[in-house]
């Protein structure tokens, strides 16, 4: 099975889900841009005594801050993989020689399982599955308003299956009646075109090397225990993976089915470099005769559809297994890859899954396809990596003083995450389970605060004690501790822009509690913290958001600075869906519905239940928009968009 180039145009469809340019765009920004170091903590100086090293280290590259406590060599080799990685996917989606605005990810790593458990951070913005229970991999991902953060250990997991050894006859009994159960056969699919730019993108295999052919891995993909089988999951293939999502979501935005995006993360799971310059993508998993033999088939029908969200993790047979088999099968398909591209374009623009499905035709004949595929030789992607640098990473040690806070930075987002109270029209027993979650919620923060500021107070010199203290107060709407924590940082560093937005942010949620004669005074006090912040650090998150909010806080529409603002933040952090909430709530008051859908789609239909997706999904009815046709704006309607072997680009 050898071909000379492959054009991954599957992974493109999502284009047309760009952000909208609905307010002028921001001032170019400076040349150096992308490689600046976007980690506030580094723009910081510090008034006193620095604490000692700790045992903890950030590597920093272009595009990622890595940070752990295990050896420099092992922080440095993972920190500059993932670098070589955000090559390849740039490469492959045709944006190489594209400037990089966004801020940089911030990848943690912790420990043990054990002690990455005990943190207990939940994923609201981010959800993988649902996955068979036996397959709940350890990470953390959350999608910030002022960037994104990941998190998981830094040692190897282990999936344990509890069956017989395979052979060769249950697999084959495994695979013939592997599930992948198609739908009824339909007919009369529509054809939703391409995306706008995946006609140019498609041309950019020119990135792509030869093929390589691999078929399910040998019998050394397990290792088998008395009773028990059981697949490794190395650290570095749950980083590889999560950071495909990201930079997926980040450089691409747009409402993915999740079994997509599981699977595409999965495809580059297995990313590697062999020898010098060559990175390898997309060979099977380990142990997947394994897991097909254990959980068989899964319906097709109920993937395409989404029917299979709503399956509890301790019944369902689907797992990263099955999405890696759905998704490799359709991204490497010259036929199925066209149809593949025409359903996320739909998706894209909001057709509900189960009509975007009626793009592959009889769902049986896929399903027989893929049951072939399951025991076919799969090709994989070898890529020569050529960039203009490979630099080592940046590692510095942290000091003890840091180190103190890098788990308090993580579970930020899980601690102040609170169910908002029932509507009136709720159930009584369904409002008393919301109001019962929402008490053990609202517990567990205020806990969680009076440790963090028991902490804050040990490292008193430590500014970036008092900046996390302080977003954590004004998120949990204390404004004066927020104030006061904003303040002592400012002390530390006066000239830094972080602590003079977050207390700008204090003094606007003071607003809503002062008399009405103190409100001018006090606006006009944040707003100049606000505007001194944004002086600083023209490109700084923080000072962008305090903006409009300045304005949304004390229910004062926001001008079109404060959506010019919004969309500013928006180019840096594509994939956090509070800023595009915001912005799309302030295009619809502007009259603005098609932006405002365009900006809005990626949460209100898009792969995750985020906090945000209800109010979302609200603001997604109240566009009103056309319904669908046979194209998408922008579609490539020459003929030549979805073409599955486009001549390479020169």
């Known amino acids: 099975m050898v071909r000379s180039s492959f054009v991954f145009a599957a992974m493109l469809a999502a284009a047309l889900g760009a952000p909208a340019q609905a307010q002028d765009q921001p001032p170019a ?40 406590d295990g050896s420099e060599a092992e922080l440095s080799r993972i920190a500059r993989n993932v670098e070589r990685l955000h090559w390849l996917l740039s490469g ?3 944006r190489s020689d594209q400037a990089d605005d966004v801020v940089k990810i911030r990848i943690t790593l912790i420990g043990d399982t054990a002690e990455f458990s005990a943190m207990d951070l939940q994923n609201t913005r981010w959800q993988q599955g649902p996955f068979n229970d036996l397959f709940q991999v350890t990470r953390y991902y959350d999608p910030r308003e002022d960037g994104a953060v990941m998190a998981t250990t830094r040692v190897d997991q282990r999936t344990v299956i509890e069956r017989t050894p395979i052979n060769l006859r249950s697999i084959q009994s495994a695979v013939s009646s592997l599930a992948m159960t198609a739908a009824p056969p339909t007919t009369g699919a529509p054809d939703a075109g391409g995306a ?16 390589a052919a691999a078929g399910l891995r040998g019998p050394h993909d397990l290792t088998v225990t008395v009773n028990a089988k059981s697949i490794d999951v190395p650290a570095t293939s749950m980083i590889y993976a999560g950071y495909a999502q990201h ?53 097709l029908g109920k993937v395409l559809d989404d029917s299979y969200l709503a399956e509890q993790p301790r019944k369902t047979g689907w797992t990263p297994i099955h999405a890696w088999l759905l998704t490799h099968y359709l991204l490497f398909s010259d036929t199925r890859r066209p149809q593949l591209n025409r359903y996320l374009a739909m998706r894209a623009n909001g057709a509900g899954a189960a009509e975007a499905a009626k793009v592959f035709g009889d769902q049986k004949q896929l399903a027989a396809e893929i049951r072939k595929y399951m025991f076919a030789r799969k090709p994989y992607e070898q890529v020569v990596y050529t960039p203009a640098k490979d630099d080592a990473p940046l590692v510095r040690r942290l000091t003890e003083g840091e180190a103190a806070f890098v788990k308090g930075r993580l579970e930020l987002g899980s601690r102040i995450a609170i169910p908002d109270a029932p509507q ?37 010199n430590e500014v970036g004690a008092h900046l996390l203290l302080a977003e954590a107060e004004c998120k949990s709407d204390h404004a004066p501790e927020c104030l006061a924590s904003a303040e002592r940082a400012r002390a530390l560093a006066p000239e830094a822009a972080a602590p003079m937005a977050w207390q700008g942010m204090a003094l606007v949620l003071e ?76 295009l619809v008051g502007v009259g603005n519905m098609a932006a405002a859908r365009t900006v809005i789609l990626p949460v209100a239909a898009g ?11 609200a603001l997604l009815q109240a566009t009103a928009a056309p319904a669908i046709g046979h194209s998408s704006p922008g579609a490539d309607t020459t003929g030549n968009g979805d073409a599955p072997n486009r001549p390479a680009a020169p």
């Not at 498609?202 to 792509?208: D, E, G, N, P, R």
């Not at 792969?607 to 999904?617: H, K, N, T």
């Open 29 to 68: 920004k400076d040349a150096g841009h992308a490689a600046r170091d976007r980690d506030r903590d580094r723009d910081i100086i510090v008034t006193g005594t620095r604490s000692r090293l700790s045992s903890w280290k950030q590597a920093d590259t272009d595009h990622v801050s890595l940070i752990g």
């Open 247 to 299: 930079f997926l979501m980040t450089y691409f935005p747009a409402a993915y089915p999740r079994w997509y995006l599981d699977g595409f993360g999965q495809i580059f799971a297995s990313f590697a470099l062999q020898g010098q310059n060559q990175l390898i993508f997309g060979r099977s998993p380990a142990g997947a005769g394994a897991v097909f033999d254990e959980f068989g088939g899964y319906p």
């Open 511 to 586: 607003v809503a509690q002062a008399p009405a004669d103190e409100r001018p005074a006090l606006i006009a006090r944040a707003r100049s913290a606000i505007a001194a912040a944004n002086r600083i650090d023209g490109e700084a998150i923080e000072p962008l958001l305090a903006y409009h909010a300045s304005f949304a806080q004390i229910g004062a529409t926001p001008p079109t600075r404060a959506l010019d603002a919004l969309q500013k933040v928006m180019t840096e952090v594509p994939n956090a869906p509070a800023p595009r909430l915001k912005l799309a709530s302030g």
């Open 92 to 94: 492959l989606f045709g």
């Open 607 to 617: 792969a995750y239940d985020s906090p945000e997706r209800p109010a979302a999904r």
């Open 196 to 211: 706008n730019a995946m006609g140019a993108l498609a041309q950019q295999s020119a990135l792509i090397g030869d093929f």
């Open 424 to 460: 009136p029209n709720t159930p009584p027993g369904v409002a008393q389970a919301i109001e019962k979650q929402r008490a053990r919620a609202l517990a567990g923060r205020d806990r969680w605060l009076a440790r963090l500021r028991t902490t804050a107070t040990r490292w008193p």
